[in-house]
């Protein structure tokens, strides 16, 4: 049982806008920084978003936000490349370790 | 150009060891903080353990007591030494940097592509 909670699957069509998210707790996400991790067919796991900061060379389709103790990563203007398992992530202060969502698999039709 | 490449992966008897091995280029390990994060097959992510720049370590309740991380920074390596292990330790074991920033320090900027590790009779 993870300790973020995340959607098991969501699909979107190419140019439409998707919103995951990872809901949490006041000793997680509601106190610290969320970072979004994508991984492509099994691949390495590649850094998308870090809070509401896109790292170099993730395109600005990518944006970040939270509330309270939910955290969402929105893809705008979607594209086949798209498709992956999105992971979140953070500390968690009662279990003092970081701690990750089981993942989202984004489907893009 | 940032770069983590592990190595050591294998298949073990359950009960045996094995030292995964992360070399990093690009940049210094000992000024940064490294991870290991494992995906079970089929399964997500977990953090598996960390060493800081300080040289403090910390691991996940999972592994704690079987497993050793440490660094060396003569070969800019990273290394996981995986003792007394079981089935459940089968997964492929990535090497991560963490954010240097205040803020995100417990996030990671970049990944390795991981190394398969296979515990089986």
């Known amino acids: 049982q993870s300790a973020l909670t995340q959607e098991s699957s969501v699909s979107g069509t190419v140019g439409q806008t998707v919103t995951l998210s990872c809901t949490g707790n006041n ?3 509601g106190t610290f920084t969320v970072g979004w991790y994508q991984q492509i067919s099994h691949g390495a796991p590649k ?3 870090i809070g509401n900061s896109l ?3 993730i395109p ?3 944006s970040g936000s ?10 705008s203007g979607l594209q086949p490349e798209d498709e992956a398992d999105y992971y979140c992530s ?3 202060y009662s279990l003092s370790a970081r701690v990750f969502g089981g993942g989202t698999k984004l489907t893009v039709l | 150009e940032v770069q983590l490449v592990e190595s050591g992966g294998g298949m073990i008897q359950p009960g045996g060891s094995l030292r995964l091995s992360c070399a990093a280029s690009g940049f210094t390990v000992s000024s940064n903080y490294m991870s290991w994060v494992r ?7 977990e953090w598996v353990s960390v060493i800081y720049s300080g040289g403090s370590t910390y691991y996940s ?3 704690k007591g079987r497993f050793t991380i440490s660094r060396d920074n003569s070969k800019n390596t990273v290394y996981l030494q995986m003792n007394s292990l079981r089935a459940e330790d089968t997964a492929v074991y990535y090497c991560a940097r963490g954010i240097s920033s205040s803020s995100a320090y417990h996030l990671f900027d970049f990944w390795g592509r991981g190394t398969l590790v296979t515990v089986s009779s």
Request: charged share 20%.
């Open chain 1, 27 to 29: 000793n997680n996400i």
């Open chain 1, 47 to 49: 850094t998308v978003m």
């Open chain 1, 55 to 57: 790292p170099s060379g």
């Open chain 1, 60 to 62: 600005d389709r990518f």
């Open chain 1, 66 to 75: 939270k509330s309270g103790t939910t955290a969402s990563l929105t893809i």
């Open chain 1, 90 to 92: 953070t500390w968690d």
């Open chain 2, 39 to 45: 995906q079970a097959p089929e399964k997500g992510l």
């Open chain 2, 61 to 63: 309740e999972s592994v």
